[in-house]
C-alpha cells in the first residue's frame, strides 16, 4: 500500500468514528450566565439564580413583570449606567448598578426584594444611601 493509500485510509476511519460518536447535548446556561449580552437582568435569588428577568431598556413597572419588590442579584451587561428605583414610576430613592465586570452581583442585604423601577442611563435620584453595616 503506497504511502498516500495509508493516509487516505486513516483519513476515513477518523471521519467514519467520527460520525459514530454521540453528540453532547448543550449545555443549559444557568445562573448570571442566563443574562444574555446588551441586557440588564435582575434575578429573584443571590447570585444569578431563582426568576430571570432581561430588560433592554428603562421600565417604570416591574410590577407587570412579575419583578416588584423580588430582585436579590442582578448583572448589567449593557454600556448604560442603570438607576434602580425604591417606588413605580421612578419615584422614591435610587441605587446605581454599573455597567461591565463591576455590575455584577448580590445586592446589600436591605435592598434585596426592595426596587420597583428601572431606568437606564439618568437621571436617578436621591440615593438611597449604604445600609447601616454594610459600609466596610
Excluded at 103 to 127: E, L, Q, T
Aim: charged content about 20%; proline content about 10%.
Amino acid at each position: 500500500m503506497t504511502r498516500t493509500k495509508r493516509i487516505l485510509a486513516a483519513l476515513t476511519g477518523a471521519v467514519a468514528a467520527l460520525a459514530l460518536t454521540p453528540a453532547l447535548p448543550a449545555q443549559a446556561a444557568d445562573g448570571y450566565d442566563r443574562c444574555p449580552d446588551g441586557a440588564y437582568c435582575l434575578f429573584s435569588g443571590l447570585d444569578g439564580t431563582g426568576d430571570l428577568v432581561v430588560l433592554r431598556g428603562s421600565t417604570p413597572d416591574l410590577a407587570p413583570l412579575g419583578m416588584n419588590d423580588r430582585a436579590e442579584s442582578d448583572w448589567n451587561r449593557t454600556p448604560s449606567t442603570v438607576h434602580l428605583w425604591s417606588d413605580p414610576g421612578y419615584t422614591g430613592c435610587t441605587a446605581v448598578t454599573s455597567p461591565g465586570p463591576t455590575g455584577k452581583g448580590n445586592f446589600f442585604p436591605a435592598y434585596r426584594d426592595f426596587f420597583s423601577s428601572v431606568r437606564f442611563d439618568g437621571p436617578g435620584g436621591p440615593g438611597c444611601g449604604t445600609p447601616p453595616g454594610e459600609d466596610r
